[in-house]
């Protein structure tokens, strides 16, 4: 049935009927339907299931249930949507197509969403596909466990739960999105932040091989973290708990406990200076090999890249350039030694960037260190298959941000008119911009080729927001003060 005949879009799945909804003229979309059984109780840190079958049609009119998770800082929570929908079957995905027909053969594009491995979820308003729909493709956003329960590392429960959702969601749209028009042939993976992360995973995962034939990787390096650093965190929790490190114990200890115990560690936590953290580890059952080395191998082509200044949005609002900037050279120093970077590298830094902070500099120290560098060698590495690369450029509009971590995902869902957007943003967003970071993911989804050419090591990448000039670096930095100072 269409739009216009005024009827609700209906596809059948393997497990039963799902009745989804006309939105934004043709785009058919079904919210919450589930993938794998509610991961409660004796299933909470075990392998995902599969869903059990329905009688009838369900009704796919709203998200489903958000996976547990604590919240944003105020400061972070002030620029981050993150909504909370509670509920046990968090384990479920949601649909856009413009045509939701078996036989329609549309490609398709899986969403996988960052926070850090402990947030984030498929509902964030800035993650509607109804623009990707409306060019064409068949976009799938997809819930899984977080923090302890989808990363913590027990002696008594698998490890990479988290990946293991993930893989299972990949083969429910293997298995069913064809009845919503899609290619199982034709599926494309984008993540940004501990999404990209996951994907680097998922190209190294042996259960993922054939799940999917292109990726993207926005702001994220695939990596394995130490199994200690992880182990870390579960010990941490079961002090907290004073119950011992088993996933055993920690069910019986509830989820309101779970999450009161997970927040308390993660506060101690940091993205850009490490030390004890839930992630992806290597592991003989689920990731026998680093991401890293085994994606350089991998025959799949890549879309990579990263904006300008990802540091700001752990840095500028919560005031730590501020300290940061105070310090001056102990500041420097300190993020030379934490980033391995020699004093060389320092110097070609101040030079690209005068007049910049010590804040800013040893930002960019550290994220070219945990970020930048291992994409570029990715991307440099690779023969099997082609690696685009790129850098958005854009500043916010929010003082202080400049062109942070997670600002261009608005630009690539093409959702800037989404209140939320603008908590990043900041007014006044340029659509045409958006028009063209979009049109970009989806001519690669569709076609390999997002519209330049694939990096051959040497110069600089893509670049949306900004001026594309080769420097000696290979990459130019902002040079612009207004966005260096919060």
């Avoid at 299933?43 to 919240?71: I, L, M, Q, S």
């Avoid at 930002?363 to 298959?385: E, F, Q």
């Avoid at 854009?394 to 957007?421: I, K, Q, Y």
Wanted: charged share 20%; glycine share 14%.
């Amino acid at each position: 049935m269409n739009a216009a005949g005024g009827q609700r879009p209906r596809a059948g799945t393997r497990y039963g009927t799902v009745e989804g909804r006309w939105e934004n003229g043709r785009v058919a979309v079904f919210r919450g339907v589930p993938y794998a059984a509610p991961p409660v109780g004796a299933r909470a840190f075990a392998a995902p299931g599969p869903p059990a079958a329905w009688d009838g049609v369900r009704d796919a009119g709203a998200f489903g249930p958000t996976a547990p998770k604590v919240p944003y800082p105020q400061t972070f929570a002030a620029l981050l949507p993150d909504p909370v929908i509670p509920g046990d079957d968090c384990l479920n995905l949601n649909v856009w197509t413009p045509d939701p027909a078996p036989g329609a053969r549309l490609p398709v594009m899986v969403w996988i969403h960052g926070g850090a491995h402990t947030r984030g979820s498929s509902a964030v308003p800035v993650y509607d596909g109804s623009a990707f729909a409306r060019d064409g493709v068949v976009l799938v956003s997809v819930n899984f466990r977080l923090g302890v329960l989808g990363y913590g590392l027990f002696p008594d429960a698998p490890a990479n739960r988290g990946l293991l959702d993930q893989i299972a969601a990949l083969s429910w749209v293997r298995d069913n999105i064809g009845a919503f028009g899609g290619d199982p042939d034709r599926v494309t993976v984008f993540g940004e932040s501990a999404g990209a992360i996951s994907i680097g995973a998922l190209l190294a995962a042996p259960r993922a091989a054939g799940l999917f034939s292109r990726a993207v990787l926005q702001s994220g390096a695939p990596e394995a973290l130490p199994r200690d650093r992880v182990r870390a965190m579960v010990r941490r929790m079961a002090s907290l708990l004073k119950v011992p490190a088993t996933a055993a114990a920690f069910g019986e200890a509830g989820p309101a406990a779970l999450l009161a115990a997970q927040a308390a560690v993660l506060r101690r936590s940091s993205p850009l200076l490490g030390g004890p953290a839930f992630g992806l580890v290597t592991d003989p059952g689920t990731l026998p090999a680093d991401p890293l080395e085994a994606a350089a191998d991998s025959g799949v082509p890549l879309l990579v890249g990263w904006t300008a200044e990802e540091h700001r949005l752990w840095l500028a609002p919560t005031g730590g350039m501020r300290t940061l900037d105070r310090l001056g050279p102990l500041t420097v120093a300190l993020g030379r030694l934490r980033s391995g970077k020699d004093r060389a590298a320092v110097r070609a830094l101040r030079a690209a960037l005068p007049g910049a902070g010590a804040g800013d500099l040893a930002g960019h120290l550290l994220t070219d260190r945990l970020l930048r560098d291992p994409l570029r060698r990715l991307a440099g590495a690779r023969r099997a298959a082609p690696s685009h690369l790129y850098e958005f450029r854009w500043p916010s509009g929010v003082p202080g941000l400049g062109a942070c971590h997670a600002l261009e995902l608005g630009f690539v869902f093409d959702t800037l008119a989404v209140p939320e957007a603008s908590w990043l943003a900041g007014p006044g967003a340029p659509e045409q911009l958006a028009d063209e970071m979009h049109a970009a993911w989806v001519r690669f989804a569709v076609t390999g080729d997002p519209g330049w050419a694939p990096w051959d090591g040497n110069g600089p990448p893509k670049v949306f927001g900004g001026p594309e000039r080769e420097t000696a670096r290979g990459v130019e930095r902002p040079g612009a003060g207004a966005v260096l100072t919060p």
